[in-house]
């Protein structure tokens, strides 16, 4: 059974002042996955797509990789500002079937 | 990206009473669409996969007697919560499957249910 690991849950940072990264641990084989940002009240808004290993994906002040050998996946926040603000999910698309298992979230707050 | 809308956005159903929600994709055909309800600070969990022309399928303690899904058309899919009580107040969350290169679920917008 494909079991989904992010950590941590929460991180409080003031704007601008440092790296930080939310990892998201994975336990059996995919072929895919995914991270979101969701907004309070709000649905899931796509933030990158991971297909292979060592894929490496940039946005703005985040950047997400892959090392499926690992099993592991990171998002990457560098100088932090308060629109980042919000929480994260990553999902893994369980092999061979279309289903997606979500991580636990992290909940970003950024505080001038 | 593609687009998938949801109905009601939100609704508030007494006790007892059955609602409702439709899941439509707007630009693109879904033989897969997917339910998924959301409690306050707590991830997404997968209620059932819903195929267009087949029954749905059910993740493990999801009753489909209370969860009724229907995939009628290659565009809409919907879930009818049956005799609603408080505690199947949540978000719930439906999502379109594209196939392809992306091979992506795209997700609706939400529908905040309140059940009193």
């Known amino acids: 059974e494909l079991k989904v690991e992010q950590n941590p849950l929460f991180l409080s940072m003031q704007e601008g002042k440092k790296n930080y990264t939310i990892y998201c641990n994975y336990s059996?084989?995919?072929?895919?996955l995914y991270w979101y940002r969701q907004d309070p009240g709000k649905s899931l808004e796509s933030l990158f797509v991971?297909?292979?290993?060592?894929a490496v994906k940039q946005e703005g002040r985040l950047m997400a990789s892959l090392d499926t050998k690992a099993r592991l996946s990171t998002l990457h926040i560098t100088a932090a500002v308060h629109d980042l603000s919000a929480t994260y999910f990553c999902?893994?698309?369980?092999?061979?079937?279309?289903?997606?298992?979500f991580g636990t979230g992290t909940r970003l707050q950024v505080f001038p | 990206g593609a687009v998938v809308s949801q109905h009601p956005s939100w609704v508030i159903c007494k006790s007892g009473t059955s609602v409702k929600i439709e899941c439509r994709s707007l630009?693109?055909?879904?033989?897969?669409m997917f339910w998924y309800r959301q409690f306050p600070k707590q991830s997404l969990m997968l209620m059932a996969t819903?195929?267009?022309?087949?029954?749905?399928?059910?993740e493990q303690g999801v009753e489909k007697d209370k969860f009724l899904i229907n995939h009628a058309s290659l565009t809409l899919s919907t879930l009818t919560v049956t005799s609603a009580h408080p505690e199947d107040s949540s978000f719930y969350i439906c999502?379109?499957?594209?196939?392809?290169?992306?091979?992506?679920?795209?997700f609706g917008p939400g529908t905040r249910l309140t059940v009193t």
């Open positions: 999502s379109a499957l594209r196939r392809g290169p992306s091979y992506e679920q795209y």
């Open positions: 059996t084989t995919s072929d895919r």
């Open positions: 991971l297909l292979s290993n060592g």
């Open positions: 999902a893994v698309r369980s092999y061979n079937t279309d289903k997606l298992i």
């Open positions: 630009d693109f055909q879904a033989t897969t």
């Open positions: 819903s195929n267009e022309g087949s029954k749905a399928t059910y």
